[in-house]
């Protein structure tokens, strides 16, 4: 009998210290860095995001994600044997954010890693649990999104610090005789490395390079709407399906511009995709588990739609996951 991959429940989690625009406008303007609500909402759509207090860390936010996805698939902490963070902001060098996180739940023995692929780290963490789940060696596996990006920003840079903000979203996935995920797709291409990077490390001690985010937007943004659209048509292709058969386009929440363009091309209207960009900013990858909880509890997506999850980011790293609900 094949093993499929299925979401049985999802959650996600907000730090409550919430910034409008017109918060980090003011902030940034007590620094000296010009910029404002109009700016940020025209080539962004971004209104608002969250920062996590100085006190908490990924696996913080994690937890509370985790604890609701938990919650609404009626599994409990102690029969997960499997748990993938993605994140690019762990708590420390190692462990893993998933074995701190799997001490916090209570849940020890099954296999616990993180996945470092960026904004697409979501659908690189569930195309990796979906094949552990197919193969037998999961049953109950736990996929999270977490990321305090506000910890890497430079605040005094105003072309990247309005972008992005902190959260965390996790689905638990549990191995079922019906799909669940029916195809997944996954790229990276190196060359483009430095489009997109943190370039510091710790060595002898020592933070060594810039630990703060770099980015070329405009390099970002031409590959992101190229890779996003061929990646959809691919994974449509290996499950059999049309982009017509798509009920909901859930992608990397980083610009609605991105967004707008990639249902342009894949000929979707815009009321088929989610959009949370413009409450949460650019989480990396949380984004994607954070804009699917939230389509889930607000009752858009319902049991039995085909999703498909499109992540793009640094590496460069792009893929996507169709799945019916
Ligand atoms: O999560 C991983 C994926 N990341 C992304 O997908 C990000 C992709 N890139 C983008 O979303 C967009 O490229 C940005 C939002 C980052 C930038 O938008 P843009 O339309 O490409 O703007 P731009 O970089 O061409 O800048 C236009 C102007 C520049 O001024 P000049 O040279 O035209 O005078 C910038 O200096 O806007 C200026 N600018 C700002 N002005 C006010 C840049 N940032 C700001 C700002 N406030 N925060």
Redesign the pocket.
Known sequence: MKLYSRITGTGSFLPPRRLSNADLVAELAANGV???DD??VE??GIRARHFAAADVCCSDLALQACTHALQAAGVVAADIDLIIVATSTPDMVFPSTACILQHKLGASGGAAFDVQA??SGFVYAVSIADALIQNGSAGKALVVGAEIFSRILDFSD???????GDGAGAVVLEASESPGVLATDLHADGKHVGI?CVPGSVSGGKVVGEPLLK?D??A??KL?VGVLEQSARAVLEKAGKATTDIDWLIP?Q??I??MQSTAKRLRLPFDRVIVTVDQHG?T?AA?IPMALDSAVRSGKVKPGQLVLLEG???GFTWGSVLVTM
């Open positions: 010009e910029t404002s700016w940020i080539r962004t960026v904004c105003r072309t990247t610090c309005v972008l992005f997109l980015m937007g405009q970002v943004f992101a990397h980083a610009n511009r991105i650019n990396s984004s793009v980011g640094g």
